[in-house]
């Protein structure tokens, strides 16, 4: 019986090898890639060695409130304000399991009411003499956070299943990618727009074989995403030089400016049309995926329908996703910046001034860059899969696994004009081979 059991597994991992073959390759190179690359960004400064005065940031436990002067306040939108003196018991660091009175300062734009039994981060300086003060810092909110996100990878998992799983896969590497390679390379000098350009390629390809491996739908896809994304860099560049705005007029960039006294290479100007394209990288690539899949599906349902016709009905599956995606890229750039559109509201403001203020530009710019990326991305990537353009490269699909099954035949009055697609269950290389002889 285990015999048996053996030799029927060893034809399952044999075929499944055979299948993904291709897909592990790619995925090993890129995590080479990963390692060499992250060689390069990582920073080699010395640790900090603790003065006579230090100060960290501890995990702590209210355990009694010995003053509260708190209370609300009106003009804040009853957001309270005061001050609070309490007893914590520290559960980290050097001070773990020693009670401490720790001062807690409330504000409407800082600060937390505590209450007895809630966990709080502290602030504990410690000098050189030997004592130390706690100040608590922020109300502790790791559990809350672990909750939600465990919430949101349970909901994923339990409606997508395996692609569910999948995407959570590609969602984390593009958390590292940022992270670990785009934010240290651009800290070091790296050009920023190249630099964004290529991690979002790079986080484009992995997705893609992690979602759907090496078949001609995901390469159709990843084309896609990567043409739609360069037009939204290009597109940002000319709506940037139309407008003579820059990264240098982000609201966020005065914290950077500080950093580059500092010594730090940080290019500023490029970081406006580089969050155009980093939030259009979500966007686009779905809209990619989604036509390249829509349209393997009808090429299923309807073999018989030439190049064009598939290329017609990936316009008109695209058409009905960019009315909501454009709505959704304006609507999030403008629920980003909600707080200051009414600001710049509540001042009545001149039309003319408000339209000329840097910070409306840069709202524009972000907005319709990204939304650019997206309507684009919908005819180059039916383009891309179905047009003239890959069945003059077969080589490409030389690549890709007989699993995929999905091959371009020409006929022999298609030589200049639309191809067809049928669905090859026979190995590629017998499918390809019918290709060449449907040309002859």
């Not at 504000?107 to 706690?134: C, F, M, W």
């Not at 360069?230 to 597109?235: E, I, S, V």
Request: proline residues 3%.
């Amino acid at each position: 019986m285990k015999k048996s059991k053996g030799k029927s597994t060893r034809p399952d991992a044999r075929a499944w090898w055979g299948k993904n073959r291709l897909s592990c390759i790619i995925l090993a190179a890129a995590v080479v890639v990963f390692i060499i690359v992250r060689a390069l960004a990582a920073t080699h400064e010395q640790p900090q060695s603790r003065g006579e005065d230090y100060a960290e940031y501890e995990t702590a436990v209210i355990t009694d409130i010995l003053s509260d002067s708190t209370e609300q306040d009106p003009v804040s939108d009853n957001g309270y304000r005061g001050e609070q003196l309490l007893l914590a018991e520290i559960r980290t660091g050097q001070y773990k399991g020693e009670t401490m009175q720790v001062s807690n300062y409330v504000g409407p734009l800082y600060g937390q009411a505590l209450k007895e039994g809630q966990r709080a981060v502290v602030l504990i300086s410690t000098y050189s003499d030997g004592n130390h003060t706690a100040t608590v810092y922020e109300y502790d909110r790791a559990v809350g956070l672990a909750v939600i996100v465990g919430l949101f990878l349970l909901a994923t998992v339990a409606v997508g299943g395996k692609v569910g799983a999948k995407s959570l896969v590609a969602l984390a590497i593009t958390l590292v990618c940022l992270f670990f390679i785009m934010i240290p390379l651009l800290m070091k000098g790296a050009p920023t727009l190249l630099t964004v350009f290529l991690v979002c390629a790079y986080i484009t390809v992995v997705t893609m074989v992690i979602l759907g491996g090496v078949t001609s739908k995901t390469i159709c896809a990843a084309l896609g995403t990567i043409a739609g994304t360069a037009l939204a860099l290009l597109f940002g560049l000319l709506a940037q030089g139309l407008l003579h705005v820059d990264g240098l007029r982000l609201a966020e960039v005065e914290p950077l400016l500080q950093l580059r006294q500092t010594g730090t290479p940080l290019g500023l100007r490029g970081l406006l049309v580089a969050g155009v394209v980093i939030s259009a990288l979500g966007a686009v690539m779905d809209v990619a995926m989604s036509i390249s899949s829509a349209l393997t599906e009808v090429h299923t349902v309807a073999p018989d329908r030439s190049g064009k016709e598939l290329f017609r009905s990936g316009m008109n599956i695209g058409r009905d996703m960019v009315g909501t995606m454009t709505n959704t890229l304006i609507l999030a750039f403008l629920g980003s910046g909600l707080v200051f559109i009414i600001y710049l509201c509540s001042l009545g403001l001149d039309p003319r001034q408000l339209i000329s203020s840097p910070y409306m530009a840069t709202e524009v710019i972000s907005g319709i860059a990204s939304s650019i990326g997206v309507i684009l991305a919908v005819p180059l990537t039916a383009l891309i899969a179905y047009g003239e353009a890959l069945p003059h490269m077969p080589g490409v699909f030389q690549l890709i696994h007989k699993g995929d099954g999905v091959v371009l035949k020409g006929d022999a009055g298609a030589l200049g004009g639309s191809q067809q697609l049928v669905r090859a269950q026979a190995e590629f290389s017998r499918a390809f081979a019918r290709f060449k002889q449907g040309r002859g």
